[in-house]
């Protein structure tokens, strides 16, 4: 079954820690994202690769860090410094780099603080 | 940067109704523009998107007109059913470029 999995589906995360969510991707696309949607707002772009290795900053980057060692996954850390981390997660990826391609999104990590 | 406004937030429609969604773009070199429809409890999946060489892109019930001059674009459904309820984000960008520009989307509710 193709398709692009993120986990934990929901996350709680307590006061100066660290957390991890998952995204692997099976459908050998080279660019992947992640968004943060607040209720209300649209999707804000928080970080992209668009290659192994590879990543640069979105619109919202900072207390978040991101690597990109394996073309199927893309994990995002948010970190102590993001004052304001509960939102919904999405993680998406893109056969190729560049706004014009089709999104496929995964089915989120709702992100809590404790 | 881009700035993408969507209206309505929310709009009710009987179901069989026509119902419409409009989008307003600032940056006159964004030339992608896709609509999303996002389930409740599911992901967002691409619905339809229109380029800038086209002023309008049918696909079954779905079409998507766009305004270059008056840099708008809407989302048209016809003949509504309750398996349209959902919320929908219309964005827009540049090909090329890295980033899409999202609305803050639109809750359908069809009414049986």
């Known amino acids: 079954d193709g398709g692009i999995t993120q986990s934990p589906k929901y996350l709680f995360r307590k006061e100066g820690q660290n957390v991890t969510l998952s995204c692997e991707q099976n459908?050998?696309?080279?660019?992947m994202y992640w968004y943060r949607q607040d209720p209300g707002q649209g999707l804000r772009l928080i970080y992209y690769?668009?290659?192994?290795?590879?990543?640069q900053k979105g619109d919202i980057a900072e207390g978040y860090s991101v690597s990109r060692e394996k073309k199927e996954s893309f994990p995002l850390t948010v970190t102590s410094a993001q004052k304001n981390p509960t939102a919904f997660y999405l993680c998406?990826?893109?056969?190729?780099?560049?706004?014009?391609?089709?999104?496929?999104f995964g089915s989120g990590t709702q992100l809590s603080v404790l | 940067g881009e700035n993408v406004e969507q209206h309505p937030s929310t709009l009710s429609v009987q179901e069989g109704d026509s119902a419409v969604i409009k989008c307003t773009y600032s940056?006159?070199?964004?030339?992608?523009f896709p609509w999303y429809k996002q389930e409740l409890g599911k992901r967002p999946q691409l619905i339809i998107d229109?380029?800038?060489?086209?002023g309008e892109k049918k696909d079954q019930r779905i079409a998507v007109t766009l305004n270059k001059t008056a840099k708008h674009f809407s989302l048209h459904i016809t003949e509504t059913q309750p398996e349209d309820s959902a919320v929908y984000f219309c964005?827009?960008?540049?090909?090329?470029?890295?980033?899409?520009?999202f609305g803050t989307g639109t809750r359908l509710t069809v009414i049986p």
């Open positions: 964005a827009g960008g540049q090909t090329g470029a890295n980033n899409l520009f």
């Open positions: 459908l050998n696309h080279d660019a």
């Open positions: 998406a990826s893109s056969i190729r780099p560049g706004s014009g391609e089709k999104l496929f």
């Open positions: 940056d006159s070199a964004s030339n992608y």
């Open positions: 690769s668009q290659i192994v290795n590879d990543f």
């Open positions: 229109i380029r800038s060489n086209v």
